[in-house]
């Protein structure tokens, strides 16, 4: 059913959609409105055989869903950015335990500096613990990828992230088709678990493993994803045969075919990109763009696959590798090995920074003819860095860089704190 | 497409307006996107909404730069922030005031919009008449919808049921409708 | 020929050779058809009191429960040493998740056994005070808070034995620890420091709160029992000597836990909704001394006059507060 309603309440829809029978809630912007909603919807009873639990912090939401999921029961969490790392000894622990425990992750920056805005930071802090992480474009493909998060966990009996850009989705009011429960119960049996705990079967779960095992216990868990890489693109499929719909799978393309230059990025940022580019390729310029959905496990095949024939790659990343540069461009340009085209990483976005259309454009227009550093910061205030590097030459105790900062581009009033 | 900016402070409903305007589209069989720019939640920071209205799939996520209809909940707003900007000139303004836009101070920045793109509402008392409760948002819409003829009055009026349901609803309906009627005797 | 009172000092004692009991007065370790949850073949130190006290503690479970129970394990000595991969030595449903998890873990099954309906399948979450007053508190304080139906069970060996005895907020004052050593104007651990989680656990207001002690296995037993009989939040700490630990002689382990009731080192009592119900008096008073010599944790404070004292009153003020003396006689 077509409704007007807010990127969170589809969520919390959706996921309600599938019968979950555990929720944990521990409050954290930019994801608090899908707790609340599902809340909601347990104390009024339209979410029946659900248990609603308010935990005292994000390490408790997932260890009770690690219990609830290790009891065999549809377990579901939210959190993003500092609840995201404050669980991440949990994290760990869940896609060790092969649990098919599946969360939101509301997309947003890591402090310090605290900040509460988008970007991706905090999902790519966890990309190599053992989840599969799914990104969604738009509010539409953030309720099909849940309702397909379970099934896939589900299948391959690990956890699945499925990761929406904080505000710009969550708290945006869009037109989403919500699908009904009678298609959701077909497309999603209910759980079976691979190991539960159970007193007509005791066993037991956790063991410590040695040396001796280690090894072969971690490489399951890297070749389980990379069947992942086949089940993910299955899913897809039986969603689209009951929902009619295209969501999820490993990528996705926008007029990328006979592209020279091609942008690849994650999220929602995709809509503002996909407008640049129409309006450039009415001016006759060749660019397209390749949306990663599957982050974990990366594609490589499909993403060699459709960059193998561009000019050259922009990887537009709303993260920061410090010391590196960019973490999406480092997996993309592990996929594109063996190619001569160059591999531009551009971040932007950061802390919820808007990306603007003039920007973009500007950026691509660099790009297509090389005119681009191998690392670019978009729309980054030289000026303010110049000022806040003076400043660090010039006095052993130049303060706090961020508070410095705030007070350089006028956020803080100066005459107010001198 | 349509884009809309609404400036106020916490508190007066800047995003909720701007998702009943989105709701108000969608009941017309339109695609609309509304979304807030947050700061922290406090009462009285200002708050700025958008609401992006076609009548195909909205793929733009960037702020309203240029917005073609432009709400100011919140006269105090213009020595605090800088609201015409972007503003074309062909843009529409509907301010909350039951001043005039030359006690406003404003009239070097809207001289430029054409007749009958400027138009002053006193929102808060319509809204404190019929609401009681200084709530200027549903209003405003009512206001919009005369205005420009962007949505139907009768979408807002299901819009803010659909928002507000009970008595408080039909009283913002009722407030919606007099500043539509106002303003359209006035256009 | 008068008939003369015989004492039979095996019942009515602390043993529990139990031959001379009828087998409803027995302890489940005692009957044939315990559950043996916690099975032999498992590498537990000699004497380790953690191993005795986790098996007495989970087959009473299982007994009250009729074998329908599930249980959470924080990391720590019992996890280690009861499931050395591929082996276990749990014949239950078991689970180890984290160290600082074990009462969130344990919230998660409980709630899946309700949701499912399974009202008579019960959850335990067990660790040592490492993962319980330490690390795990956060958690812990949580499951009271929302009075979930947990049972939690601390055996308080006074230290991370596990990583090497390390000092843990249950470790005494004056006791040697790898991070307390007996050096300096100070030696051991600081007086002035540690929290009383079962008193910490009374102020949640939870259902039933008891201490325990291997050193009276009867009691234990019928605490873990009366603990089941009751749904919502509930929390016992038994006292659990580690002979590697503390120093003291693996044939010691039962007469060290003995002793440290017996000169008031650690009272025993029941509390339930935040009161104080019931107490165990010290039947025979002993100063700290002959609690404190048997372990070489302490063997500074016995040269220590002044430490020695701060020990004493540390006793005499819980001999005190929970009202440890006055002794009637009878069933212990």
């Known amino acids: 059913m077509l409704k007007q309603i807010e990127g969170s309440h589809g969520v919390a829809e959706a996921v309600g959609l599938c019968r979950p029978e555990v929720i944990c809630a521990y409050p954290i912007t930019p994801q608090t409105h899908i707790v609340e909603d599902l809340g909601a919807l347990v104390k009024k009873g339209q979410l029946t055989d659900c248990e609603f639990i308010n935990v005292e912090s994000e390490f408790a939401a997932l260890s009770v869903g690690i219990g609830s999921s290790a009891a065999g029961a549809r377990t579901y969490t939210a959190t993003a950015s500092q609840g995201l790392l404050y669980m991440a000894e949990a994290v760990y622990n869940a896609s060790g335990l092969g649990l098919p425990i599946v969360m939101t992750v509301g997309n947003r920056a890591i402090g310090s500096p605290i900040n509460i805005w988008n970007d991706q930071s905090d999902s790519m802090s966890m990309r190599d613990a053992g989840w599969i992480q799914l990104f969604a474009e738009t509010n539409q493909q953030a309720i099909d990828v849940h309702i397909q998060a379970f099934k896939i966990a589900e299948t391959l009996s690990m956890p699945v992230m499925v990761c929406m850009d904080g505000f710009i989705l969550t708290h945006a009011y869009e037109r989403m088709d919500v699908p009904d429960q009678e298609q959701v119960d077909r497309f999603l049996p209910p759980f079976e678990p691979r190991q539960v705990l159970d007193p007509a079967d005791p066993k037991s779960i956790g063991a410590m493993v040695g040396p001796e095992a280690f090894t072969e216990v971690r490489y399951i868990a890297h070749h389980k994803q990379m069947q992942a890489l086949k089940v993910i693109p299955q899913i897809a499929e039986e969603f689209k045969g009951i929902f009619g719909r295209d969501s999820g799978g490993l990528i996705s393309t926008y007029r990328a075919d006979d592209a020279d230059t091609l942008i690849v990025t994650l999220g929602s940022v995709i809509g503002t990109i996909s407008e640049v580019i129409d309006e450039m390729r009415d001016k006759g310029q060749k660019i397209g763009a390749v949306t990663i959905r599957s982050f974990r496990p990366f594609p490589l095949d499909e993403i060699h696959e459709v960059l193998k024939n561009t000019r050259r790659v922009v990887v537009f990343e709303k993260c920061l590798a410090v010391g590196l540069g960019g973490i999406v461009a480092s997996n993309v340009r592990m996929a594109h090995r063996g190619q001569t085209s160059p591999v531009y990483t551009v971040i932007g976005g950061l802390g919820g920074r808007p990306i603007t259309r003039a920007s973009l454009q500007e950026l691509f227009e660099k790009a297509m003819t090389d005119d681009l550093e191998e690392t670019t910061f978009l729309d980054l205030k030289q000026d303010v860095v110049d000022q806040e590097m003076e400043r660090e030459k010039k006095f052993s105790r130049s303060g706090a860089i961020a508070e410095n900062i705030l007070r350089d581009v006028g956020v803080v009033d100066v005459a107010k704190t001198t | 497409m349509l884009q809309v900016r609404i400036h106020g402070r916490g508190g007066q409903g800047v995003v909720s307006a701007a998702e009943m305007l989105s709701v108000a589209a969608f009941l017309e069989g339109k695609h609309a996107q509304a979304v807030p720019s947050f700061g922290s939640e406090r009462m009285g920071a200002p708050v700025v909404a958008f609401c992006r209205i076609d009548d195909k799939e909205i793929r733009l996520r960037e702020p309203v730069l240029e917005p073609n209809a432009l709400i100011v909940q919140d006269p105090t707003l213009f020595q605090a922030i800088d609201v015409f900007n972007g503003l074309p000139d062909d843009g529409y303004l509907l301010i909350n005031t039951g001043r005039d836009i030359v006690e406003l101070g404003i009239e070097n920045a809207v001289e430029q919009l054409p007749e009958g793109h400027v138009c002053t509402v006193p929102a808060t008392e319509i809204a404190l008449k019929y609401v009681k409760r200084p709530l200027p948002n549903a209003v405003l819409l009512g206001a919009l919808s005369a205005v420009t003829g962007v949505i139907k009055i009768e979408s807002v009026e299901e819009a803010i049921k659909s928002k507000f349901p009970g008595k408080i609803g039909e009283a913002n309906i009722a407030a919606a409708r007099a500043a539509y009627q106002s303003t359209s005797t006035e256009s | ?332």
Not at chain 3, 177 to 191: K, R, S, V
């Open chain 3, 1 to 332: 020929m008068a008939n003369q009172q015989v004492k039979f000092y095996q019942t009515g004692t602390l043993t529990v050779g139990n031959r001379l009991l009828d087998s409803k007065l027995r302890t489940v370790q005692a009957t044939m058809d315990r559950s043996n949850s916690l099975d032999s073949g498992h590498r537990a130190c000699q004497g380790c009191g953690e191993a005795l006290g986790a098996r007495y503690a989970i087959d009473a479970a299982m007994r009250a429960t009729n074998n329908q129970l599930i249980a959470a394990n924080a990391t720590g000595c019992l996890e280690v040493f009861t499931t050395p991969y591929p082996e276990s030595a749990w014949r239950i449903p078991w689970m180890h998740s984290l160290f600082g998890n074990a009462p969130a873990v344990a919230t998660g099954i409980a709630a899946a056994m309700k949701v499912k309906g399974k009202n008579d399948v019960r959850v335990i979450a067990q660790g040592g005070d490492g993962g319980t007053t330490d690390i795990g508190f956060g958690c812990l304080s949580g499951m009271f808070e929302r009075n979930d139906d947990v049972l939690y069970i601390c055996y308080d060996n006074q230290g991370y034995m596990n990583t090497g005895v390390q000092r843990s907020s249950a470790t005494p004052g004056g006791a040697r620890t790898a991070t307390t050593m007996p050096l300096g104007p100070e030696p051991g651990a600081d007086f002035d420091k540690g929290k009383n989680v079962p008193l910490i656990a009374m102020a949640h207001n939870i259902p039933y709160v008891a201490t325990a002690s291997v050193d009276r296995l009867h009691d234990l037993e019928a605490k873990v029992k009366k603990a089941m009989s009751i749904r919502g939040a509930r929390y016992i700490q038994i006292f659990v000597p580690c002979p590697l630990g503390w120093g003291s002689n693996p044939a010691n382990t039962i007469q060290v836990a003995r002793l440290a009731v017996e000169c008031g080192m650690y009272p025993l009592f029941e509390a339930e909704f935040g009161e104080i119900i019931s107490s165990t008096k010290i039947r025979r008073k002993v100063q700290v001394e002959e609690y404190l010599k048997l372990q070489r944790r302490f063997a500074h404070v016995l040269k220590n006059p002044d430490q020695l004292q701060l020990v004493q009153s540390v006793a005499d003020k819980n001999i005190q507060k929970f009202s440890l003396m006055g002794f009637q006689g009878g069933e212990v």
